[in-house]
């Protein structure tokens, strides 16, 4: 695989970014020399919602030293090196069956280069560019069908723990460490992210050492969620649109509606979004398909969630993860407002 050569060192393409660093997104020529036959770059794939940033100015909005890990029963963190998120830069879904989840795209440094503080320009693009990497993207954004015939994606969601293959126990103090150096997070919320993962490590413990009657609150994760549903979880219907204010509702109107695994009708509600009780928000789009991270397959929902304007998670409860996921809410979950 032939390497570009970068700012800094022209071996790694270490950039050494820090959040607010102004960068350029490198044309399609010098990332096409940065991929493999299968359109990645250390395993991590350069996908074809990404070429539409190609050329332009950007900010580092986090540094993705760490990710969280979706895919294994149990979860973690896991190590990244020499990556970034830029700000506003999310999957559109295009091309992968219009995908929803609107994951936040992550970029090697290789593929990006400092910028000069010169104004913003338009790109000069060749069109033959275009005719040899969007091909070659779009074929890698496949794997081989299932046995009926279902198309199966891969994406950076899918692929991510092969991108990023070592764990990162949170023992590992440095990952703390680089959140305040990188910017990512500052002091106060890095102590407690440590904390509240300490706690949540030791109830996980005392579940497996203590009897019932020795164990804080039966064991549970930090914001000591419980569902409380007997059965088949509620469901509601309000047919809310983009635009809408909604308030969240309260904490122990949304655990009448999960199960014992804190999920109603197969969504989950985490203690990130926990967080939202109480808040008002404004509806920024309907969902009803997102791709199976562990599979690479559509999940077509049959009760449409939402999504509300600036509702992600910030990893205060799990490690500082700057990640950044989209919060998916159940309608039964918010109320509207007049």
């Given at each position: 695989m032939t390497q570009i050569q970068t700012d800094h060192n022209p071996v790694s393409g270490q950039?050494?970014?820090?959040v607010g660093d102004v960068v350029v997104v490198r044309g399609e020529a010098e990332i096409l020399a940065t991929l493999d036959e299968r359109g990645e770059l250390d395993n991590l794939p350069f996908m074809p919602e990404m070429l539409r940033f190609c050329g332009q100015r950007m900010t580092v909005h986090k540094v993705a030293h760490k990710v969280c890990d979706t895919i294994t029963r149990g979860g973690g963190m896991r190590r990244m090196s020499h990556a970034v998120y830029l700000s506003g830069a999310r999957c559109d879904?295009?091309?992968?069956?219009?995908c929803q989840t609107a994951c936040q795209l992550i970029w090697r440094e290789h593929w990006l280069r400092r910028a000069d503080g010169g104004a913003r320009t338009s790109p000069v693009r060749d069109p033959s560019e275009?005719?040899?990497l969007l091909p070659l993207l779009t074929s890698n954004a496949l794997r081989p069908p299932g046995p009926d015939g279902e198309k199966i994606y891969s994406c950076q969601a899918t692929e991510l723990n092969r991108a990023a293959p070592s764990c990162l126990p949170l023992r590992d103090l440095g990952q703390f460490v680089q959140d305040v150096r990188s910017g990512n997070a500052g002091v106060l919320w890095t102590a407690r992210a440590f904390l509240v993962g300490l706690f949540n490590r030791l109830q996980k413990l005392s579940t497996r050492l203590l009897p019932p009657r020795l164990q804080f609150r039966r064991g549970l994760r930090w914001r000591f969620l419980e569902g409380g549903a007997v059965g088949r979880t509620p469901t509601e219907v309000l047919d809310l649109q983009p635009g809408e204010l909604v308030r969240v509702k309260s904490r122990d109107d949304i655990l009448a509606t999960l199960d014992a695994n804190l999920l109603n009708r197969g969504m989950g509600f985490e203690e990130e979004m926990s967080r939202w009780c109480g808040r008002v928000g404004r509806v920024e789009r309907r969902v009803d398909r997102c791709l199976d991270e562990r599979t690479g397959r559509?999940?077509?929902?049959?009760?449409p969630c939402?999504?509300?304007e600036n509702s992600v998670c910030e990893g205060a409860f799990n490690a500082a993860c700057p990640r950044e996921f989209v919060h998916f809410w159940r309608e039964i979950w918010?109320?509207?407002i007049p």
């Open positions: 950039l050494n970014l820090r879904g295009q091309a992968h069956g219009g275009g005719r040899v559509m999940l077509t929902m049959k009760n939402i999504v509300l918010l109320e509207r």
